[in-house]
Nanobody
Framework: QVQLVESGGGLVQAGGSLRLSCAASGRAFSGYTMGWFRQAPGKEREFVTTISRTGGITYYADSAKGRFTISRDNAKNTVSLQMNSLKPEDTAVYYC?????????????????WGQGTQVTVSS
C-alpha cells in the first residue's frame, strides 16, 4: 500500500496559477503510475492527468491540455500538478491517486490508492 497526501490547494483568481503536490509513503513509489482527478460539488470525480512510472508518458483531459502539467520525482516520492491559466470551472477538490497498471490509466476505477484531496477554488 502507498499513502498519499496532497498539498498546495487554495484560492486563486482566474488566470492565475497553482502547483499541487502529492507526497507518497509506503511501498516503492516508482512502481506506481500516478494520476490526478478532481471532483466539483454535485459532479462525478473526473480524470485530469496521469503519468507513467518513469514519467515518460503522460495523458491529459481535454480540459487540462495546454494549461496543466504533471511531473514526478521518484527520488523524492512526489508527483506534482502545475496548473496555469486557471478558470472558475477548474474549481474542485483535486485528488492524487496511484495505480498498479503498466500504462497510465484514465479511468478512476483503475486506481487503488487515493489521497484525501486538496481544495482548489478559482474566483472570477
Amino acid at each position: 500500500q502507498v499513502q498519499l497526501v496532497e498539498s498546495g490547494g487554495g484560492l486563486v483568481q482566474a488566470g492565475g496559477s497553482l502547483r499541487l503536490s502529492c507526497a507518497a509513503s509506503g511501498r516503492a513509489f516508482s512502481g506506481y503510475t500516478m494520476g490526478w482527478f478532481r471532483q466539483a460539488p454535485g459532479k462525478e470525480r473526473e480524470f485530469v492527468t496521469t503519468i507513467s512510472r518513469t514519467g515518460g508518458i503522460t495523458y491529459y483531459a481535454d480540459s487540462a491540455k495546454g494549461r496543466f502539467t504533471i511531473s514526478r520525482d521518484n527520488a523524492k516520492n512526489t508527483v506534482s500538478l502545475q496548473m496555469n491559466s486557471l478558470k472558475p470551472e477548474d474549481t474542485a477538490v483535486y485528488y492524487c491517486a496511484a495505480s498498479y497498471n503498466d500504462s497510465p490509466p484514465r479511468s478512476r476505477y483503475e486506481y487503488r490508492n487515493w489521497g484525501q484531496g486538496t481544495q482548489v477554488t478559482v474566483s472570477s
